[in-house]
């Protein structure tokens, strides 16, 4: 529904999660809708890390890995996640990078699938995925396949057609929830339970959906799953990405050595015995590889704690009403010059919207000299993300007002906006 300026400030007055805004550092002017690429900074999140550089690492020195218990930080934090992501506090931990822990996974999953007795005369040798998936995953599941000689191959389908291809065959579904590039969500407990029904593990890439949409892992059964902390969690440029394992799994795997093979000296059950050979530790720990990354983890712990304050469920609420507001107006001022590419139904389609342009790029880099941040994916993808935290429904209806004065004057076409930089 479209939504008037003066529409949006009522909302805005009368919105629950109002005062959450205060929690970040927003520039004055800004608009800033691309936190499903890289959230906003947390006022917190400075203090914190200027404590535990100034004070636990600059006076306690080596004596704050008890003191400070920072050993404890990538479980503790992991716990956090844990519940957004309808997990036991036991089942996750954060780690590495989501390129680095898919391969933890994918890793494990293969293994179990190899132990399993064949039922049948038709070899599971598929990992299927989304031919539009984050292409890290895909480059993950390549490397994964070559490296078990051709044992494996990566099966691409179009996002429609995953659940038909889900056969005996798969051994693997590994799947990015809300899809980066369309903000199309697929739907977690269905195709979850069509891969356990025919006998295949599920990874779930959660990159776009922690923080920002209700998941429920336990509950739909889920095997793996990964993400990122940079994103609706807040966590910072390159934060410290989390990944879950169910319990069962974890036991299963409890004394195979070599089942999550990056087999680190923080992923040893008593790593500071020094013992010359590996052994796993029995818990979620075992994904663990080298020393955490301290700073990185006490900025995503105040991250994930701004989410917490709000709860997923009222963050999801409002992420519709700015979605839905933002897709009404846009359409409204602009036409058919562009084309809705995210699902119009709401419930399909995670925190972001996106529509297509020919000059997607030089379009948004026009829009954000303006001071509308969003950003652009190739080849003519114009992406807006929804933080329901900070943005508020007057910057949806503000930026599609931009949109529009900047489609309609094709200011666009000025040669400082074609230029592009190495990001995009």
Not at 3 to 9: M, V
Not at 95 to 112: P, R
Not at 269 to 277: E, G, L, N
Not at 355 to 377: C, K, N, S, T, W
Request: aromatic share 8%; proline share 5%; net charge negative.
């Amino acid at each position: 529904m479209m939504l008037t300026r003066e529409e949006a400030i009522a909302l805005d007055a009368a919105d629950p999660l109002a005062a959450h805004r205060q929690a970040f550092a927003l520039a004055p002017g800004v608009m800033y809708l691309d936190g499903n690429s890289l959230g906003a900074l947390p006022r917190a999140t400075s203090a914190r890390v200027r404590e535990v550089v100034e004070r636990e690492w600059g006076e306690g020195l080596i004596r704050s890995w008890n003191d400070a218990h920072w050993t404890e930080s990538p479980r503790r934090v992991g716990a956090k996640i844990a519940r957004l992501i309808g997990a036991r506090a036991d089942e996750v931990i954060c780690a590495d990078s989501t390129s680095v822990n898919l391969f933890k996974v994918l890793a494990t999953a293969l293994t179990l699938v190899a132990a399993r007795p064949q039922v049948s005369t038709q070899a599971r040798r598929v990992i299927l995925s989304e031919r539009g998936n984050f292409p890290t995953d895909l480059y993950i599941a390549q490397a994964l396949a070559q490296l078990h000689g051709g044992a494996y191959e990566l099966r691409l389908v179009e996002f429609e057609d995953v659940e038909q291809a889900i056969d005996p065959t798969v051994a693997i579904v590994m799947l990015t929830h809300v899809n980066y590039r369309t903000g199309a969500m697929h739907d977690l407990p269905a195709l979850t339970a069509r891969a356990r029904a025919t006998g295949a593990l599920t990874i779930w890439d959660l990159a776009h959906s922690a923080g920002a949409v209700p998941v429920d892992l336990s509950a739909a059964g889920a095997d793996f799953a990964v993400g990122c902390g940079y994103k609706y969690l807040n966590g910072g440029p390159g934060a410290p990405a989390f990944l879950y394992v169910a319990q069962r799994h974890l036991a299963a795997t409890a004394d195979d050595r070599f089942a999550q093979p990056l087999a680190g000296w923080f992923g040893h059950r008593a790593p500071f015995t020094f013992d010359p050979d590996y052994a796993p530790a029995p818990s979620i720990d075992r994904y663990a590889v080298g020393t955490p990354p301290i700073l990185g983890l006490a900025a995503l712990d105040s991250g994930v704690d701004t989410v917490l304050a709000a709860g997923v469920e009222a963050l999801r609420t409002k992420s519709v009403a700015l979605t839905e507001a933002f897709i009404a107006n846009a359409e409204a001022g602009c036409g058919d010059a562009i084309a809705l590419v995210s699902p119009r139904t709401a419930a399909r389609r995670g925190s972001q919207v996106c529509f297509a342009h020919p000059q997607a790029y030089a379009v948004m880099q026009a829009l954000i000299e303006q001071g509308v941040i969003g950003d652009f994916r190739a080849p003519d993808v114009l992406r807006f993300g929804f933080a329901p935290l900070y943005v508020r429904h007057v910057d949806a209806v503000d930026a599609a007002t931009a949109l529009a004065e900047v489609l309609q004057s094709e200011r666009w076409r000025e040669q400082r906006f074609q230029q592009r930089g190495k990001v995009t």
